[in-house]
T-cell receptor
Framework: RKEVEQDPGPFNVPEGATVAFNCTYSNSASQSFFWYRQDCRKEPKLLMSVYSSGNEDGRFTAQLNRASQYISLLIRDSKLSDSATYLCVVSSGGGSQGNLIFGKGTKLSVKP | DAGITQSPRYKITETGRQVTLMCHQTWSHSYMFWYRQDLGHGLRLIYYSAAADITDKGEVPDGYVVSRSKTENFPLTLESATRSQTSVYFC?????????????FGPGTRLTVL
């Protein structure tokens, strides 16, 4: 089982749609969870951290289920500018919690 | 506000040559990282450094060498480049390397080994 697995994508949605991405991770010792965004031919950038209580940032909502080792990202009212690849990221666990394990990413394309 | 920079941005080299990719950050972050990103693999950690003169291997260290004589610089050297090292290389830094710490990425270096 891969350490971090994401929906294969790509997701092609119209503007205004709601889209959800899912991610599972294998290391139960992981303590930190994130969603990063990567635009085409650019570097990854932090979108949001993910907490057990769930967290929301504008149109973006992230959820964490530690028991199921499952992370989700919900984007409401999609904009053209949301088109990017979304990376599910998990800390490596153990003594190197600051080291991150990246999923392969899910590509989102928002169409007019 | 330079942040984290990488040079060169693009590099073409030949098999067997030595190549050094540079990474410089202006935040005085303790931790620095090198990743490679390939289709089908996502980002994979090559090496990381917790402070000057402290480095450690990541997931895919073979064929690479790093050094960190100064906090702000973290060069990555391919001692004898191979075609399999054709990739996009990202450098990143974080303040303390602790759980929950954000990593900030440089713009990347696109390396082609012929």
């Amino acid at each position: 089982r891969k350490e971090v697995e994401q929906d294969p994508g790509p997701f092609n949605v119209p503007e205004g749609a709601t889209v959800a991405f899912n991610c599972t991770y294998s290391n139960s010792a992981s303590q930190s969870f994130f969603w990063y965004r990567q635009d085409c031919r650019k570097e990854p950038k932090l979108l949001m951290s993910v907490y057990s209580s769930g967290n929301e940032d504008g149109r973006f909502t992230a959820q964490l289920n530690r028991a199921s080792q499952y992370i989700s990202l919900l984007i409401r009212d999609s904009k053209l500018s949301d088109s990017a690849t979304y990376l599910c990221v998990v800390s490596s666990g153990g003594g190197s919690q600051g080291n991150l394990i990246f999923g392969k990413g899910t590509k989102l394309s928002v169409k007019p | 506000d330079a942040g984290i920079t990488q040079s060169p941005r693009y590099k073409i080299t030949e098999t067997g040559r030595q190549v050094t990719l540079m990474c410089h950050q202006t935040w005085s972050h303790s931790y620095m990282f090198w990743y490679r990103q390939d289709l089908g693999h996502g980002l994979r950690l090559i090496y990381y450094s917790a402070a000057a003169d402290i480095t450690d291997k990541g997931e895919v260290p073979d064929g690479y060498v790093v050094s960190r004589s100064k906090t702000e610089n973290f060069p990555l050297t391919l001692e004898s480049a191979t075609r399999s090292q054709t990739s996009v290389y990202f450098c990143a830094s974080s303040p303390s390397g602790g759980a929950g710490d954000t990593q900030y990425f440089g713009p990347g270096t696109r390396l082609t080994v012929l």
